[in-house]
């Protein structure tokens, strides 16, 4: 509970909170509830999943690398391998795909990391 208070105060105070979140068809990402709705129906994400999620979204096209995402995921001082970013990324992907997203807007951008693109 310590690191999520932490990395709700760093984004926060770095005005990320602010944002809302581009739209994208038949997605909707709650703030308030840490929620996720897939055309309509609420889609379970675990807490890292929601931040991966989160943390793209709002640098939208933009790719972050590896270490950028654990870093929103996990923090600053997360020293575990950077694989586990792709085991999540994968995760979600499927977990929105059955959900019902044709394309999860969750991408992989080769030899940097990921990014979110709304556009598919």
Do not use: N
């Not at 602010?18 to 994400?45: C, Y």
């Not at 807490?47 to 096209?61: A, C, G, I, K, T």
């Not at 790719?63 to 001082?77: F, N, P, V, Y």
């Not at 992907?93 to 059955?98: A, E, G, N, P």
């Amino acid at each position: 509970m310590a690191l999520l208070a932490r990395v709700r105060s760093l984004l926060r105070s770095s005005g990320v909170l602010d944002r809302r979140p581009p739209r994208v068809p038949d997605l909707e990402v709650d703030l308030a509830e840490q929620s996720v709705l897939v055309k309509g129906r609420p889609t379970p994400l675990t807490d890292p999943e929601f931040r991966l999620l989160l943390s793209l979204m709002q640098q939208p096209r933009v790719a972050l690398t590896r270490s950028q995402i654990a870093d929103a995921i996990w923090g600053d001082d997360y020293y575990g391998s950077l694989r586990l970013v792709d085991w999540h990324v994968a995760r979600l992907r499927r977990k929105l795909r059955q959900a019902g997203l044709k394309r999860p807007p969750v991408t992989t951008v080769r030899g940097t990391g990921y990014a979110f693109r709304p556009e598919g």
